[in-house]
């Protein structure tokens, strides 16, 4: 059974960061690219960064480009997003998801439950 485990999140005032995980289990991790997806209040859900299976290749949203980083440790079977220079607007709930093939960053079919990410002086 696929499941995906997301934490890290929390309160970071405006400047900061925060590094969100991601731990994987039931499926084969390295074999599939991954993504971070991020839903903000009363707002519509928003891709926010993409990587290949091997980490090779990586995607940014241009609103978080410069600022976040995904990576990802296979032999740990999990995905991270380091995210600095946190902006009020950051403020979202964020989902770690599964692609469904080792370049398919953009589609997915597995999400995890989200971790609260807020920014705020």
């Known amino acids: 059974q696929v499941q995906l485990v997301e934490s890290g999140g929390g309160l970071a005032q405006p400047g900061g960061s925060l590094r969100l995980s991601c731990a994987a289990s039931?499926?084969?991790?390295?074999?599939?690219?991954m993504s971070w997806a991020r839903q903000a209040p009363g707002k519509g859900l928003e891709w926010v960064s993409g990587?290949?299976?091997?980490?090779?290749?990586?995607y940014y949203a241009d609103s978080v480009k410069g600022r976040f980083t995904i990576s990802r440790d296979n032999a740990k079977n999990t995905l991270y997003l380091q995210m600095n220079s946190l902006k009020p607007e950051d403020t979202a709930l964020y989902y770690c998801?599964?692609?469904?093939?080792?370049?398919?960053?953009?589609?997915?079919?597995?999400w995890g439950q989200g971790t609260q990410v807020t920014v705020s002086s």
């Open positions: 039931g499926f084969t991790f390295s074999s599939y690219a």
């Open positions: 990587i290949y299976s091997d980490g090779s290749e990586t």
């Open positions: 998801r599964k692609g469904q093939y080792y370049s398919d960053y953009l589609s997915y079919d597995y």
